[in-house]
């Protein structure tokens, strides 16, 4: 019977007494999802951080890259630059190389393509309107001209 009279004297005490053992197991969810919540920040912060490093770096490699290939181009561009003659004496001693013996034309193909610009010069200068055809090129240029 001192159960009954304890239970009815202090009835009011069971509500609160689940109300306290539900707000202790809310705490303690609340601070076990904080804390997830903590570690899934951080990790998505070092995602983040590897990333943005990842990024940099490739940014970094593109540049040299473009710098790279900006260089070889110029490079290219300066092998392609015709190379400009001051002297006849320049010509002999660049003739006697290698390079110069491939590349040098001998004087008769200077000749010939030196008569076609005077043949074209003086043609574009006497047209009539093109009635007349075009006169049959005696010394044809080296090929690929």
Sequence with gaps: MTWLVIARRF???LPMLVLAAGLVATRARLADVRATL???R???SDEVGRADRRRLELERDYA???AGAADTYADRLAAR???IVQSTREVREYEATNAGAAL???ADRVRSIDLLDADLARAALTTDGGASPVPPDAAEPPAGR
Excluded: K, L, S, T
């Design 42 to 44: 951080q990790a998505m």
């Design 104 to 106: 040098c034309r001998d």
């Design 11 to 13: 009835w009011w005490a």
């Design 81 to 83: 630059e015709p190379i």
């Design 64 to 66: 040299r890259r473009v």
């Design 38 to 40: 903590a570690a899934e």
